[in-house]
């Protein structure tokens, strides 16, 4: 771009931009249109998109967001500058237009986020105030790391997996009525269809919540090779949004204001003379304000911006994506990119003073995740307290709760795939309804119902940990088989949750233990696996698995849950009657303590064979045990492990370094006093991580685990527990051999 022949006055240049490698010239016209910020003190957004000194600042904007994110990259020689690069223009324009409620689907457009944060001046919360601060804290301990966070000033939700995003998108547009919620999605990820998919249910269940706009960056590449949509041609990738309930789709086109006669069909807007990239920008400007007013105006709308990967930095295509050990700050390609970039000192005070304007003051004060949202009190749980000895199903108990919660909680969401009645919920349906376009009270069907259920878990799990890491309440419920298909947004969350700096309510999920219940559907419906995965997570300090032993516990363990903040609670229970073993005051006391005896023998004089046990329905064979081994002389014990979080030692658990921290142990005289014996068996119906602190802490001189090993077609639970070696038989037999 040409420059008029104006001296720079280095002394010009702002405290912030301390660190800062190369200054350029001012463009041309920069005096008639840069002289003072369009956005005056007290406004929020500028006033005339079509205004060209709006556009020019806009422009002076992107090319700031693209220089920061180059040289905070290339101080590290690491780090993913290209992707965000394409979007600069959008990025650039949402701001400037007042819309700084902006998530993102993709982790590696992390540097430009951080960008856009240090410009406005949000990172000054972090003691981040200057270009040298910035560097030094990228990619390091307590900084800014290389994917997304929700603990960063200004930004709303974590990044890091791709195809997420969009929830907490959809999840702010769902709390915030008034507000838009932007989030940018990369063409790279395009070749899966759950991102569609799940805005398209979401349209479906909530057609009048439209103020999010998916903006997609369609740069032709992916991290490694061309996107899989980089074939497509304009009318093709509109057909598809179309395809997919959009009623509005905006495609921005850089070719068309190419003046170089680039080839191929992505093309570099950094690359045209100054007029066409002023038209350019001008055009993402108007069309993006277009598509903003079409969102909050009640229609489903998409922008699309087409130009190449890595516009403005320092190479592009696939190759802009990475910077690796070489790509220093003193190696030429990375200064032959940052000067190209170069802007001003008058020029960088001009984007400090409109960004940190912009949506009413730097985002790290003004976006909606940076204050808690008011919450409906929590209900005076009507609980039933069964007697010992009675069967009840615990899911359905649960579901009492559930409703209730829903009824005192309008804002309340319960998500669910495969349906409530299938896990013996139905009471849930029967309060809240399912929310769907076709009324029919038949199937609890209604337009406004509190019961979210599309055919994916993703999508299930997405919309509830959004809801919950922006400040609602929710509740995911599914088989623990199918679950693992939404884990990994529950997994992003809860790490976001331990590092946010303000109170949100838990992510409470609740998997039917299907492996023993699931017999004629066969493995297919047989995956406890991922209590595994629930196990690992707990020594992360905010993820607790609740494993509540029968009617009375789950609604211990629900409420428990639900008055908690900041943590990932999973409850897994059966579907069954099953008998109840636990008051509903003892059962209140296992969920805090950790674990309570169910059983103990008064006399025996073969030793003492102490039971741990994770889970309801299992614990059939282990008293069918007890009376075997009692009739032999032993004392037995059993043991309810129903919050196994509370069994580790201090030590074991990232406990201190979490939001809403939780420092309750169990003390070794009160673990001794529960576990102490000659033989201790691990139980469970499932798999044995989650009885892992038992086993670490026990003094019991010999030990040993039954639990699941895999699934198969079976005709009863009690077939496939004999299939796994759960059985009072084995049980006896291991107690015998280990005394």
């Not at 915030?176 to 989030?183: N, S, Y």
């Not at 799940?198 to 439209?210: D, G, L, Q």
């Not at 943590?567 to 229970?573: E, H, L, N, R, T």
Request: proline share 5%.
């Amino acid at each position: 771009m040409s420059s008029n022949p104006v001296e720079i006055n280095n002394t010009d240049l702002p405290a912030y931009c301390e660190g800062i490698r190369h200054l350029g010239k001012p463009w041309q016209d920069f005096e008639r249109y840069a002289d003072k910020a369009v956005i005056a003190e007290g406004q929020s957004a500028i006033a005339d998109p079509s205004d060209t000194r709006a556009v020019y600042q806009t422009l002076l904007a992107a090319d700031a967001l693209r220089y920061v994110t180059l040289q905070v990259c290339g101080s590290k020689g690491s780090g993913h500058p290209g992707g965000f690069a394409s979007s600069a223009e959008a990025h650039a324009s949402l701001m400037m237009l007042g819309h700084t409620n902006i998530v993102t689907e993709v982790g590696h457009h992390a540097p430009g986020f951080y960008a856009s944060m240090f410009l406005d001046s949000s990172l000054e919360a972090m003691g981040i105030n200057t270009l040298t601060d910035m560097m030094a804290r990228f990619r390091e301990k307590h900084g800014l790391l290389g994917h997304l966070s929700g603990a960063i000033p200004g930004l709303l939700a974590p990044a890091g997996p791709l195809g997420q995003g969009q929830h907490f998108a959809m999840a702010g547009a769902l709390l915030h009525r008034d507000k838009l919620f932007p989030v940018t999605i990369g063409d790279g990820g395009m070749g899966e269809p759950y991102v569609l998919n799940a805005m398209m249910h979401f349209h479906t269940a909530y057609p009048e919540v439209t103020n999010f706009l998916p903006v997609l960056v369609w740069n032709g590449y992916s991290q490694e090779h061309h996107s899989m949509v980089s074939l497509l041609d304009n009318d093709a990738m509109i057909a598809y949004w179309k395809g997919h309930g959009f009623d509005e789709v905006i495609l921005v086109d850089a070719k068309d204001f190419d003046d170089g006669a680039q080839d191929g069909t992505f093309v570099d807007s950094s690359r045209f003379g100054h007029d066409a990239r002023l038209a350019f920008a001008g055009r993402v400007l108007s069309e993006m304000d277009r598509a903003a007013k079409s969102a909050m105006g009640g229609k489903l709308t998409a922008f699309v911006l087409k130009q190449l990967k890595g516009t403005g930095v320092h190479t592009t295509g696939a190759k802009s994506h990475n910077l690796y050990p070489a790509d220093t700050l003193d190696a030429q390609h990375i200064i032959d990119g940052l000067k190209r970039r170069a802007l001003p000192p008058h020029a960088w005070q001009l984007v400090r003073e409109n960004l940190s304007r912009a949506g009413g003051g730097p985002a790290g004060k003004t976006a909606v995740t940076e204050s808690e949202l008011a919450l409906a009190p929590l209900p005076e749980f009507a609980m039933q307290d069964f007697a010992k000895g009675e069967k009840a199903v615990p899911s359905t108990t649960m579901g009492a709760l559930v409703a209730q919660l829903g009824k005192a909680d309008p804002r309340f969401v319960v998500t669910n795939a495969d349906g409530n009645e299938a896990s013996a919920m139905k009471n849930i349906n029967d309060a809240l309804k399912i929310r769907h376009p076709t009324q029919d009270p038949l199937y609890n069907q209604m337009p406004n119902g509190q019961v979210y259920e599309p055919l994916n878990e993703d999508a299930c799990a997405g919309l509830a940990a959004g809801l919950s890491l922006f400040g609602s309440r929710a509740l995911w419920l599914s088989y623990e088989s199918f679950a693992i298909n939404g884990w990994p947004i529950v997994q992003t969350v809860t790490q976001a949750m331990a590092e946010l700096r303000r109170k949100t309510p838990s992510i409470v999920t609740m998997f039917t233990a299907g492996a023993l219940e699931q017999g004629r559907n066969g493995w297919t419906h047989q995956r406890p696996e991922i209590e595994n995965y629930f196990a690992a997570m707990m020594r992360n300090g905010n993820v607790y698995p609740l494993f509540p032993c029968d009617a009375n516990a789950i609604q211990a363990a629900y409420a428990y849950a639900t008055g908690s903040f900041n943590k990932g609670m999973v409850i897994i229970a059966s579907k069954s009657p099953l008998p109840v073993y636990l008051s509903l005051d003892e059962a209140r006391l296992a969920i805090e303590e950790g674990a309570a005896v169910l059983y103990e023998s008064t006399s025996g004089s073969k030793g003492t064979v102490v039971f741990a046990v994770t889970g309801d329905m299992v614990f059939l064979p282990v008293f069918e045990a007890k009376d075997a081994l009692e009739a032999e002389g032993y004392r037995v014990r059993i043991v309810a492990v129903l919050n196994p979080r509370r069994l580790y030692r201090p030590s074991d658990v990232a406990w201190d370094t979490v939001s809403e921290a939780d420092d309750r142990f169990m003390s070794d005289e009160s673990f001794n006093a529960l576990f102490d014996g000659d033989v201790l068996l691990a139980v469970s119906g499932g798999p044995s991580a989650p009885l892992e602190p038992v086993l670490l802490r026990s003094r019991a001189p010999r030990r040993d685990t039954l639990c699941w090993k895999r699934g198969e077609t079976t005709a009863s639970p009690a077939e496939i527990m004999d299939f796994n070696g759960i059985t009072a038989a084995r049980m006896i037999e291991r107690a015998r051999a280990l005394s």
